[in-house]
């Protein structure tokens, strides 16, 4: 049984340490910002990450549920924030510093991959950033498939996330497992009938008991 547990993992603060759910812990990507591409990045985090006046969620919320795209919301931002340059620069230089990959957790995830689990990844992108993820840091080498918010059009906190995952992988031999450093989305799985592990650490992982079996079987 436990030889073929369904392990999903987060990306930001799990796999890649960037954003984490604790502000003591986060890695900012854009600490040159202002140097580099004379970009403010108070003022960009604001434009992409605050919600609008009237209510609703933020630009970038909205493209992590699929509902648009980040190049048009750059193209008309960008200018406006001082940046001169193309969008696709932009990107390049956003995502390359945002794919600190943690060794330590990928090191892990292959030592039970080699016990027989069965890895995923469940994260909130949209859909350029989750591409990105996906082939340059080479998660795909290490990860069966990557179920993103903006592909699924369901936010990580909402158990139909999960729901959505288990009708498209088909039924699992147990309940699987989803690692994630957010207690919110941990209940939510666990509304969906999943397991989950509110990850800060390896050791947090390697603690929980049908992984401890795995690794010591």
């Given at each position: 049984m436990t030889a073929r547990l369904r392990i999903f993992f987060d990306v930001d603060g799990v796999l890649i340490d960037g954003w984490h759910a604790r502000p003591e812990r986060r890695r900012r990507w854009d600490t040159t910002l202002r140097r580099d591409l004379g970009i403010d990045p108070e003022a960009l985090s604001r434009a992409l990450f605050q919600p609008p006046p009237g209510g609703g969620p933020a630009p970038i919320d909205r493209c992590s549920l699929g509902e648009g795209e980040i190049e048009p919301l750059l193209e008309a931002l960008l200018p406006a924030l001082g940046y001169g340059g193309g969008v696709e620069s932009f990107l390049d230089y956003w995502f390359s510093r945002d794919a600190a990959v943690n060794s330590d957790v990928l090191a892990l995830s292959r030592r039970l991959r080699a016990r027989g689990a069965q890895l995923y990844i469940a994260t909130a992108q949209e859909r350029r950033r989750a591409g990105y993820l996906w082939q340059t840091p080479g998660f795909s080498r290490d990860f069966t498939r990557m179920f993103h918010t903006a592909a699924l059009g369901l936010p990580k906190r909402d158990p139909a996330f999960f729901r959505a995952i288990d009708t498209l992988l088909g039924p699992a031999a147990a309940p699987p497992l989803m690692v994630?450093?957010?207690?919110?989305?941990?209940?939510?799985?666990?509304?969906?009938g999943w397991e989950a592990c509110l990850f800060d650490a390896p050791a947090d992982l390697v603690g929980h008991p049908r992984v401890a079996a795995l690794l010591a079987g």
């Open positions: 994630d450093d957010r207690a919110e989305v941990c209940a939510a799985a666990r509304a969906a």
